[in-house]
């Protein structure tokens, strides 16, 4: 029987299976690590094909490269799947090259980075130990990866998103293609994942990431999920997400969940059914579940049901506080349209936890303190402030060329540390500050402090998990003064 070991290698620890962002979370103010969906999809798939595999999130559980050695040679892989993102990428062809002195495998490469890459990027990376590399989604182009790496069944010019070498060329197949299906995919090998790694920040509690949907219509400058996932929006039945649901709570007794999704909301119809399905279930009252939205995309009448239906945080895309700068990035969204969002799902008792954006190639100071005074207005429950970050392909990748603020090369960063040297007016250095303020003046503001003492109170068993948070928001704020 073949063998296929799939893994997140060691080191700081990054968002891996998202696409889109590959948030830091070692260095954000309040980011949590999601499930290796990425991972267990892939298990699954193969693993219905009769292949044996091995899964783990080496960087999650703090693992070291000699662990990883270890299982290595305990396993005996004939192929190893890595999910790496743009931030990474460095370190993680050095730990290729590292283990594959071990043994003879065949290595295959899934990231965002990949997708339909330049020759000349992609040469300057060492690709010498790599056989595969799959652009953005891999749920259905792994099995025939693997298939032809380990059988030799097919072609890897026919499978769509990869690019391998032939004779010392590289060689790129079809991009821009979608699977439509998602129904058709198993649920991710859970049996596999370490479910107690991932949870739910205030609670601790074990939370299950499920995919619901995929692609986005929007065309925000700064984000891949259009470019990876592409415009049509893909979304998976209202009854197979719920029966996903009913193995996580039956099966591995996950209680609370992350619907993810580029927009969960960008269906307001299907996003009710969903909440209908789960309110007239027996599961009603005993689970809850967080997911994300744009401003643009809510109503009074799904906020409601959210709440009702057991939503515990509403993460928004607010991003700044111009009307300009919301058109430059094409948000497709204003101001205004921030103000009565947050207001509806205040309204409906829903906490949000919003996500802004400043660095803008075109930002001013003052441009960039209207975004945080404009933040801090808002009464959010929590935000996560990033660094406009300019990957490859995108159309902030050229603005940022544009402007002349962009560093040399686009691999190695993320949105915490940016490739850019700041704003056309105000350096890197001064926009950490900025940032460092604004975080303090949030999270110190005496209204949070003593919501999180309050609730703190009423479940003393949170204490362990706001200190935590706590503790790594003032590291990190300190470090952004370095």
Not at 57 to 64: A, P
Request: some cysteine; glycine content about 6%; hydrophobic content about 40%.
């Amino acid at each position: 029987m073949n063998r296929v070991m799939l893994l997140y290698p060691p080191g700081k620890m990054y968002q891996r299976s998202e696409d889109r962002a590959q948030c830091n979370i070692d260095d954000s103010a309040t980011a949590t690590v999601h499930a290796c969906n990425d991972l267990g999809y892939a298990a699954s798939v193969l693993r219905n094909e009769g292949y044996e595999v091995f899964l783990k999130d080496y960087q999650t559980e703090g693992k070291t490269v000699d662990d990883v050695k270890a299982d290595l040679l305990l396993f005996k892989p004939d192929a190893v799947f890595i999910s790496i993102t743009n931030a990474t990428i460095f370190s993680d062809l050095e730990f290729v090259n590292e283990i594959r002195e071990l043994r003879d495998f065949r290595v295959v490469l899934k990231g965002a980075i990949f997708f339909d890459a330049e020759e000349r990027l992609l040469k300057t990376l060492d690709l010498s130990n790599i056989d595969v590399l799959i652009g953005g989604e891999s749920n259905f182009v792994i099995l025939p990866v693997i298939d032809f790496l380990l059988k030799g069944k097919g072609g890897l010019d026919s499978i769509g998103g990869i690019i391998y070498s032939e004779n010392g060329e590289l060689k790129k197949t079809a991009f821009n293609c979608w699977e439509t299906d998602l129904d058709s995919l198993p649920f991710p090998a859970r049996d596999l994942m370490n479910n107690a790694l991932y949870q739910r920040p205030d609670t601790g509690e074990p939370m299950a990431t499920i995919q619901v949907s995929a692609g986005c219509p929007s065309s925000c400058i700064y984000c891949l999920t259009p470019i990876i996932s592409g415009k049509r929006v893909r979304m998976r039945s209202v009854e197979n997400v719920f029966a996903e649901i009913e193995e996580c709570y039956y099966k591995y007794n996950i209680k609370s969940f992350f619907f993810k999704a580029d927009t969960f909301t960008i269906n307001k119809d299907w996003a009710i059914a969903l909440c209908d399905k789960i309110i007239n279930s027996p599961l009603y009252g005993n689970i809850s579940f967080t997911v994300n939205s744009r401003t643009t995309t809510l109503s009074n009448v799904l906020c409601q049901k959210l709440k009702l239906a057991g939503c515990f945080m509403l993460a928004i895309g607010f991003e700044s506080g111009s009307d300009e700068t919301l058109k430059k990035i094409k948000k497709g969204a204003t101001v205004a349209d921030s103000i009565n969002a947050a207001r509806m799902a205040r309204e409906a008792g829903l906490p949000v936890f919003g996500f802004f954006m400043i660095g803008f190639p075109w930002e001013t100071e003052e441009d960039i303190k209207r975004t945080l005074d404009f933040a801090l207005g808002l009464k959010l429950s929590y935000v996560e402030l990033h660094i406009a970050m300019p990957y490859y392909g995108t159309g902030l990748y050229d603005y940022c060329r544009e402007y002349g603020t962009l560093n040399d090369t686009s691999y190695g960063f993320d949105v915490v540390n940016p490739n850019t040297k700041g704003t056309a007016y105000v350096s890197m250095e001064r926009i950490n500050q900025l940032k460092r303020s604004f975080l303090l003046r949030f999270y110190l503001r005496p209204s949070f402090v003593a919501d999180k003492a309050l609730d703190c109170i009423k479940h003393p068993s949170e204490i362990k998990n706001y200190a935590f948070y706590a503790f790594r928001l003032l590291k990190n704020i300190k470090g952004l003064n370095k």
